[in-house]
């Protein structure tokens, strides 16, 4: 499973914990030499909380992808 997530504590969108779009690696893009989720953040967080003054540039978001060379999943995240 590769795709976008955010890790989101906030009580204004009634919402805390992690928000994830899992997608299998057969329905996701090649990207170079890895494997990724058609699903960029935006799309995410607006599929979530809809109309909201909230930018998802707020929150501290990540991205899990394939790597095809070594066979390994790799997990990017903000700190």
């Known amino acids: 499973m590769v795709g976008p997530f955010f ?3 906030d ?3 009634g919402y805390q914990g992690i928000l994830f779009e899992a997608v299998p690696e057969a329905s996701s893009e090649v990207y170079a030499d890895h494997i990724t989720s058609p699903f960029g953040h935006a799309d995410l967080f ?3 909380f ?3 003054s909230a930018d998802y540039f707020e929150y501290p978001r990540g991205r899990v992808v394939y790597d ?6 790799l997990i ?3 700190k």
């Open 7 to 9: 890790y989101i504590k």
């Open 11 to 13: 009580k204004s969108l």
């Open 46 to 48: 607006d599929w979530k």
């Open 50 to 52: 809809g109309e909201t």
């Open 68 to 73: 095809c060379k070594r066979n390994l999943h």
């Open 76 to 78: 990017y995240s903000d």
